[in-house]
Protein backbone atom coordinates (compact mmCIF):
# COMPACT_ATOMS: atom_id res chain seq x y z
CA UNK A 1 0.00 0.00 0.00
CA UNK A 2 2.90 2.75 0.83
CA UNK A 3 4.43 1.83 -2.24
CA UNK A 4 1.06 3.20 -4.12
CA UNK A 5 1.31 5.97 -2.47
CA UNK A 6 4.83 6.26 -3.28
CA UNK A 7 3.93 6.21 -6.85
CA UNK A 8 1.05 8.59 -6.71
CA UNK A 9 3.37 11.58 -5.33
CA UNK A 10 6.05 10.06 -8.22
CA UNK A 11 3.12 10.45 -10.81
CA UNK A 12 2.65 14.47 -9.60
CA UNK A 13 5.85 15.15 -10.61
CA UNK A 14 4.90 16.44 -14.37
CA UNK A 15 2.04 18.50 -12.74
CA UNK A 16 4.10 20.21 -9.98
CA UNK A 17 6.82 20.79 -12.57
CA UNK A 18 4.32 22.85 -14.56
CA UNK A 19 2.81 24.95 -11.90
CA UNK A 20 5.93 25.42 -10.87
CA UNK A 21 7.70 26.64 -13.93
CA UNK A 22 7.23 30.34 -13.23
CA UNK A 23 10.19 30.09 -10.82
CA UNK A 24 12.71 29.26 -13.40
CA UNK A 25 13.15 32.55 -14.37
CA UNK A 26 14.87 33.58 -11.52
CA UNK A 27 16.68 30.37 -11.25
CA UNK A 28 14.94 28.57 -8.56
CA UNK A 29 15.28 24.78 -10.33
CA UNK A 30 13.60 22.69 -7.58
CA UNK A 31 10.42 23.16 -5.72
CA UNK A 32 9.03 20.55 -2.99
CA UNK A 33 5.90 21.06 -0.91
CA UNK A 34 4.88 18.53 2.05
CA UNK A 35 2.18 18.60 5.00
CA UNK A 36 2.37 17.38 7.85
CA UNK A 37 -1.39 16.25 9.69
CA UNK A 38 -2.21 16.19 12.98
CA UNK A 39 -2.79 12.52 12.73
CA UNK A 40 1.07 11.99 11.84
CA UNK A 41 0.58 11.16 8.39
CA UNK A 42 2.00 12.83 5.42
CA UNK A 43 1.40 14.56 1.94
CA UNK A 44 4.70 15.60 -0.35
CA UNK A 45 5.49 16.96 -3.83
CA UNK A 46 8.16 17.45 -6.04
CA UNK A 47 9.24 19.19 -9.31
CA UNK A 48 12.05 15.94 -8.84
CA UNK A 49 9.80 12.70 -8.35
CA UNK A 50 13.07 10.80 -8.42
CA UNK A 51 14.30 12.72 -5.80
CA UNK A 52 10.64 11.60 -3.96
CA UNK A 53 11.44 7.90 -4.77
CA UNK A 54 15.61 8.44 -3.45
CA UNK A 55 13.64 9.62 -0.29
CA UNK A 56 11.12 7.55 0.69
CA UNK A 57 13.11 4.14 -0.38
CA UNK A 58 16.48 5.15 2.03
CA UNK A 59 13.34 6.24 5.00
CA UNK A 60 14.55 9.55 4.99
CA UNK A 61 11.07 11.03 4.82
CA UNK A 62 10.62 11.76 8.34
CA UNK A 63 14.50 12.15 10.14
CA UNK A 64 14.58 15.75 8.63
CA UNK A 65 14.78 19.22 10.18
CA UNK A 66 11.34 19.89 8.59
CA UNK A 67 9.37 16.14 9.24
CA UNK A 68 8.72 15.77 12.76
CA UNK A 69 5.10 16.86 13.83
CA UNK A 70 3.04 19.55 13.05
CA UNK A 71 2.89 21.18 16.43
CA UNK A 72 6.62 22.24 17.01
CA UNK A 73 6.78 24.44 14.15
CA UNK A 74 5.54 28.36 13.75
CA UNK A 75 5.52 30.91 10.56
CA UNK A 76 8.65 30.79 9.76
CA UNK A 77 11.76 30.97 7.01
CA UNK A 78 14.87 28.59 6.78
CA UNK A 79 17.83 29.08 4.94
CA UNK A 80 19.08 25.43 5.13
CA UNK A 81 22.55 25.40 5.65
CA UNK A 82 21.95 27.07 8.74
CA UNK A 83 20.35 24.37 10.12
CA UNK A 84 22.02 21.75 12.40
CA UNK A 85 20.39 18.49 11.12
CA UNK A 86 21.50 19.07 7.04
CA UNK A 87 21.24 15.25 6.48
CA UNK A 88 18.36 15.42 4.28
CA UNK A 89 19.55 18.30 2.70
CA UNK A 90 23.58 16.85 2.18
CA UNK A 91 21.83 13.88 0.21
CA UNK A 92 19.89 16.36 -2.06
CA UNK A 93 23.52 17.82 -2.40
CA UNK A 94 25.18 14.39 -3.47
CA UNK A 95 21.96 12.70 -5.39
CA UNK A 96 20.41 15.95 -7.89
CA UNK A 97 22.83 19.35 -7.55
CA UNK A 98 19.85 20.57 -5.04
CA UNK A 99 21.15 22.77 -3.17
CA UNK A 100 20.57 26.82 -1.70
CA UNK A 101 17.79 26.33 -0.69
CA UNK A 102 15.16 28.04 1.89
CA UNK A 103 12.23 26.64 3.80
CA UNK A 104 8.78 28.45 4.50
CA UNK A 105 6.93 27.18 7.70
CA UNK A 106 3.24 27.77 7.77
CA UNK A 107 1.10 25.91 10.41
CA UNK A 108 -2.60 25.51 9.74
CA UNK A 109 -5.62 24.00 11.82
CA UNK A 110 -4.81 20.29 10.53
CA UNK A 111 -1.05 20.41 11.08
CA UNK A 112 1.42 22.18 9.28
CA UNK A 113 2.93 23.27 5.59
CA UNK A 114 6.08 23.25 4.46
CA UNK A 115 7.39 24.74 1.04
CA UNK A 116 11.10 23.96 -0.05
CA UNK A 117 12.57 26.15 -2.27
CA UNK A 118 15.75 24.94 -3.95
CA UNK A 119 18.47 25.78 -7.00
CA UNK A 120 21.71 24.23 -8.48
CA UNK A 121 24.46 23.82 -6.03
CA UNK A 122 26.31 26.27 -7.74
CA UNK A 123 23.82 29.18 -7.51
CA UNK A 124 24.95 30.96 -3.97
CA UNK A 125 23.62 33.77 -5.50
CA UNK A 126 19.95 32.86 -5.39
CA UNK A 127 19.77 33.00 -1.16
CA UNK A 128 19.95 37.20 -2.16
CA UNK A 129 17.17 36.64 -4.10
CA UNK A 130 15.38 34.71 -1.39
CA UNK A 131 16.06 37.69 1.22
CA UNK A 132 15.23 40.30 -0.72
CA UNK A 133 11.94 38.78 -2.42
CA UNK A 134 10.21 36.68 0.38
CA UNK A 135 6.94 38.69 -1.03
CA UNK A 136 7.17 36.51 -4.66
CA UNK A 137 7.77 33.40 -2.90
CA UNK A 138 4.33 34.08 -0.28
CA UNK A 139 2.54 34.87 -3.81
CA UNK A 140 3.73 31.58 -5.43
CA UNK A 141 2.70 29.57 -2.23
CA UNK A 142 -1.13 31.34 -2.99
CA UNK A 143 -0.18 30.36 -6.48
CA UNK A 144 0.62 26.94 -5.65
CA UNK A 145 -2.30 26.08 -3.14
CA UNK A 146 -4.88 27.18 -5.89
CA UNK A 147 -4.01 24.63 -8.63
CA UNK A 148 -3.68 21.66 -5.74
CA UNK A 149 -5.60 22.39 -3.04
CA UNK A 150 -8.26 19.90 -4.75
CA UNK A 151 -5.42 17.31 -5.42
CA UNK A 152 -4.12 17.90 -1.51
CA UNK A 153 -7.21 17.21 -0.20
CA UNK A 154 -7.70 13.91 -1.84
CA UNK A 155 -3.87 12.88 -2.03
CA UNK A 156 -3.72 9.87 -0.49
CA UNK A 157 -1.18 9.81 2.87
CA UNK A 158 1.67 7.82 4.67
CA UNK A 159 2.32 7.48 8.17
CA UNK A 160 4.95 8.69 10.12
CA UNK A 161 6.05 7.33 13.08
CA UNK A 162 3.42 7.86 15.91
CA UNK A 163 4.69 10.53 18.66
CA UNK A 164 4.71 7.63 21.64
CA UNK A 165 7.71 6.27 20.12
CA UNK A 166 9.80 8.24 22.97
CA UNK A 167 13.58 7.54 21.10
CA UNK A 168 12.21 9.07 17.83
CA UNK A 169 10.41 11.75 19.70
CA UNK A 170 13.44 13.00 21.11
CA UNK A 171 15.77 12.49 17.74
CA UNK A 172 13.28 14.84 15.79
CA UNK A 173 12.67 17.44 18.84
CA UNK A 174 16.71 17.79 18.71
CA UNK A 175 16.37 19.21 15.18
CA UNK A 176 13.37 21.05 14.80
CA UNK A 177 14.27 23.42 18.41
CA UNK A 178 17.13 25.27 16.40
CA UNK A 179 14.32 26.36 14.23
CA UNK A 180 12.40 28.73 16.92
CA UNK A 181 15.34 31.53 16.37
CA UNK A 182 13.31 32.34 13.22
CA UNK A 183 9.93 32.73 14.92
CA UNK A 184 8.78 35.74 16.34
CA UNK A 185 7.70 34.43 19.39
CA UNK A 186 11.50 33.59 20.37
CA UNK A 187 12.99 34.98 23.92
CA UNK A 188 15.58 36.75 22.60
CA UNK A 189 13.84 38.67 20.09
CA UNK A 190 11.22 39.74 21.97
CA UNK A 191 14.25 41.16 24.57
CA UNK A 192 16.00 42.68 21.57
CA UNK A 193 11.72 44.58 20.58
CA UNK A 194 11.83 45.73 24.09
CA UNK A 195 15.68 47.17 24.20
CA UNK A 196 15.08 48.60 20.69
CA UNK A 197 11.47 50.78 22.32
CA UNK A 198 11.16 53.69 20.20
CA UNK A 199 8.52 56.64 20.42
CA UNK A 200 8.18 56.59 16.76
CA UNK A 201 7.93 53.72 13.94
CA UNK A 202 9.81 54.45 10.43
CA UNK A 203 8.78 52.56 7.54
CA UNK A 204 9.83 52.95 4.04
CA UNK A 205 6.93 52.05 1.94
CA UNK A 206 7.42 52.84 -1.67
CA UNK A 207 10.38 54.60 -1.26
CA UNK A 208 8.90 56.79 1.10
CA UNK A 209 9.83 57.53 4.79
CA UNK A 210 6.78 57.16 6.72
CA UNK A 211 7.10 57.96 10.79
CA UNK A 212 4.37 56.11 12.81
CA UNK A 213 3.76 56.81 16.54
CA UNK A 214 3.80 54.33 19.20
CA UNK A 215 -0.16 54.18 19.64
CA UNK A 216 -0.38 54.02 15.55
CA UNK A 217 1.95 50.70 15.50
CA UNK A 218 0.23 49.59 18.49
CA UNK A 219 -3.04 49.55 16.63
CA UNK A 220 -1.46 48.02 13.65
CA UNK A 221 0.01 45.48 15.34
CA UNK A 222 -2.89 44.16 16.89
CA UNK A 223 -4.60 44.44 13.24
CA UNK A 224 -2.10 42.26 11.93
CA UNK A 225 -3.15 40.26 14.93
CA UNK A 226 -6.58 40.11 13.23
CA UNK A 227 -7.99 41.54 16.07
CA UNK A 228 -11.24 43.86 16.04
CA UNK A 229 -11.46 47.46 16.70
CA UNK A 230 -12.88 46.51 19.84
CA UNK A 231 -10.60 43.81 20.83
CA UNK A 232 -7.50 46.48 20.15
CA UNK A 233 -9.11 48.96 21.94
CA UNK A 234 -9.71 46.60 25.35
CA UNK A 235 -6.62 45.75 25.00
CA UNK A 236 -4.92 49.37 24.71
CA UNK A 237 -7.59 51.39 27.32
CA UNK A 238 -9.23 53.05 24.36
CA UNK A 239 -11.73 53.78 22.72
CA UNK A 240 -13.19 51.86 19.62
CA UNK A 241 -13.11 55.34 17.85
CA UNK A 242 -9.63 56.40 18.58
CA UNK A 243 -8.83 53.37 17.19
CA UNK A 244 -10.61 53.55 14.29
CA UNK A 245 -8.60 57.06 14.00
CA UNK A 246 -5.79 55.67 14.48
CA UNK A 247 -6.08 53.04 11.65
CA UNK A 248 -7.20 55.48 9.55
CA UNK A 249 -3.84 57.80 9.98
CA UNK A 250 -2.23 55.06 9.17
CA UNK A 251 -3.88 53.67 5.74
CA UNK A 252 -3.34 57.44 4.57
CA UNK A 253 0.25 57.57 5.50
CA UNK A 254 1.13 54.39 3.74
CA UNK A 255 -1.50 54.93 0.82
CA UNK A 256 -4.15 52.67 1.50
CA UNK A 257 -7.65 52.41 1.02
CA UNK A 258 -8.69 49.06 3.15
CA UNK A 259 -8.01 47.67 6.29
CA UNK A 260 -7.17 44.71 4.12
CA UNK A 261 -4.84 46.97 2.18
CA UNK A 262 -2.87 48.30 4.93
CA UNK A 263 -2.27 44.46 6.58
CA UNK A 264 -1.44 43.21 3.09
CA UNK A 265 1.05 45.85 2.77
CA UNK A 266 2.57 45.48 6.21
CA UNK A 267 3.26 41.59 5.64
CA UNK A 268 4.35 41.90 1.92
CA UNK A 269 6.89 44.57 3.85
CA UNK A 270 7.83 41.76 6.09
CA UNK A 271 7.85 43.96 9.20
CA UNK A 272 8.07 42.95 12.49
CA UNK A 273 5.61 45.06 14.79
Avoid at 46 to 72: I, V
Avoid at 221 to 235: F, H, I, S
Wanted: charged share 20%; net charge negative; with cysteine.
Amino acid sequence: MEQLIIDFFISMERETRLICSPLKQFGITFFAFAKTYKDYSQVNFSTHGNWLQYLFTNNLHYLGSFDGFPEWYRSGYAIWSSLIERTIFEEGYNFGNIGNGITITRPTEDGCEFFHFGSDIQNETILNFYFNNLDLLNRFISYFKEKTLTIINQAPRFQIPAATDSTLLNQIQARILPLDIYNSKNSSIEEFIQNTAMKHYYLTVDNRDIRLSKREVDCLRLLTLDDTAEANADQLFISRRTVEKHINNIKYKIGCHTKHGLISKILEKNILL
